[in-house]
């Protein structure tokens, strides 16, 4: 898989050592660590608003620091190339400059420079209970405390490498609403759609798109109960609408585990799994990972 790992099982290594069983075990061992360390499959490129952008950085013998708009971005490494993989915002400019800076070994430090690409997205218009469009002074106080927990949740950033950035889709059904839409509710305009929806009936179960760590379970005006999956280095998956969390804050998941049930809990038409995904604090087409 990677060039750490050929040197390791090549066979004038393995002849080298072939009187030596504990240097053959540690050898897997080693290669069971560099594995663990590195994401194989990368999201599909795509410098524009809501997209993704990857950055090849090179070879680097220790991991290099990325940031990007002041915020920490994942970075893999692939064989022995170092990629960041950028989060573009839905609010970025066609023609804007995407300024990645990169930092290596504490002394190197360069910027990588893409601009936004065009990207055009649709317009919707939805009737919902209006108390969801024009909000009462106690709901509007209950969202501004619940977006300040959502906000925080959405900025986790830890070390741990995501095991891959492919994505499955995280239930059966029929996709209702697509990623970065204009929404209109009742008639009035609202910030545009930050995932992909699916509809399914009530009570149809939902899994995890990818392995990783239970970070937030909630249950907040606007997004109904909800679920935020960490994978690792701000990549992030979350599932709105549920009606039942089958699972709790700190269970570690796969992409096999149930963790809960479509509902209609929240700002919604009908019953459907609203599915997100956030790279260093931005929500990104969910497309670009399935
Ligand atoms: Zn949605």
Same mark, same amino acid.
């Given at each position: 898989?990677?060039?750490?790992?050929?040197?390791?099982?090549?066979?004038?290594?393995?002849?080298?050592?072939?009187? +030596?069983?504990?240097?053959?075990?540690?050898?897997?061992?080693?290669?069971? %660590?560099?594995? *663990?360390?590195?994401?194989?499959?990368?999201?599909?490129?795509?410098?524009?608003?809501?997209?993704? *952008?990857?950055?090849?950085?090179?070879?680097?013998?220790?991991?290099?620091?990325?940031?990007?708009?002041?915020?920490?971005?994942?970075?893999?490494?692939?064989?022995?190339?170092?990629?960041?993989?950028?989060?573009?915002?839905?609010?970025?400019?066609?023609?804007?400059?995407?300024?990645?800076?990169?930092?290596?070994?504490?002394?190197?430090?360069?910027?990588?420079?893409?601009?936004?690409?065009?990207?055009?997205? &649709?317009?919707? $218009?939805?009737?919902?209970?209006?108390?969801?469009?024009?909000? +009462?002074? +106690?709901?509007?106080?209950?969202?501004?405390?619940? $977006?300040?927990?959502?906000?925080?949740?959405? @900025?986790?950033?830890?070390?741990?490498?995501?095991?891959? /950035?492919?994505?499955?889709?995280?239930?059966?059904? @029929?996709?209702?609403?697509?990623?970065?839409?204009?929404?209109?509710?009742?008639?009035?305009?609202?910030?545009?759609?930050?995932?992909?929806? %699916? *509809?399914?009936?009530?009570?149809?179960?939902? /899994?995890?798109? &990818?392995?990783?760590?239970?970070?937030?379970?909630?249950?907040?005006?606007?997004?109904? $109960?909800?679920?935020?999956?960490?994978?690792?280095?701000?990549?992030?998956?979350?599932?709105?609408?549920?009606?039942? *969390?089958?699972? +709790?804050?700190?269970? %570690?998941?796969?992409?096999?585990?149930?963790?809960?049930?479509?509902?209609?809990?929240?700002?919604?038409?009908?019953?459907?799994?609203? /599915?997100?995904?956030?790279?260093?604090?931005?929500?990104?087409?969910?497309?670009?990972?399935?």
């Amino acid at each position: 898989m990677t060039k750490k790992i050929f040197t390791l099982n090549s066979p004038s290594y393995v002849l080298r050592i072939k009187n +030596s069983i504990f240097c053959v075990v540690m050898g897997a061992v080693l290669c069971l %660590i560099c594995l *663990a360390g590195e994401a194989r499959e990368l999201p599909a490129h795509k410098p524009a608003a809501g997209g993704v *952008a990857i950055f090849d950085l090179g070879p680097y013998a220790t991991e290099p620091t990325v940031l990007y708009q002041g915020n920490a971005v994942a970075t893999v490494k692939i064989d022995d190339h170092w990629f960041a993989v950028v989060g573009i915002p839905l609010s970025a400019e066609v023609g804007a400059e995407i300024v990645v800076v990169v930092k290596v070994d504490d002394w190197i430090s360069f910027s990588y420079v893409e601009r936004v690409l065009e990207n055009s997205y &649709g317009e919707e $218009k939805l009737e919902v209970a209006s108390k969801h469009v024009t909000l +009462s002074p +106690s709901n509007l106080e209950r969202h501004q405390t619940e $977006k300040t927990r959502i906000d925080s949740v959405k @900025r986790t950033f830890t070390d741990k490498k995501p095991i891959s /950035f492919k994505l499955r889709i995280p239930v059966e059904g @029929r996709a209702s609403s697509t990623f970065g839409y204009r929404r209109i509710y009742n008639g009035e305009s609202r910030s545009p759609h930050s995932g992909m929806d %699916i *509809a399914a009936p009530k009570g149809t179960a939902v /899994f995890a798109a &990818g392995p990783g760590l239970i970070v937030d379970v909630g249950e907040y005006f606007f997004s109904g $109960k909800m679920i935020t999956i960490d994978h690792g280095s701000g990549f992030l998956t979350l599932y709105a609408h549920l009606s039942d *969390a089958d699972i +709790s804050i700190g269970d %570690i998941v796969s992409h096999t585990s149930l963790i809960g049930r479509v509902g209609a809990s929240g700002r919604v038409t009908g019953p459907h799994l609203h /599915f997100g995904v956030l790279l260093n604090g931005v929500s990104v087409n969910p497309d670009l990972f399935l």
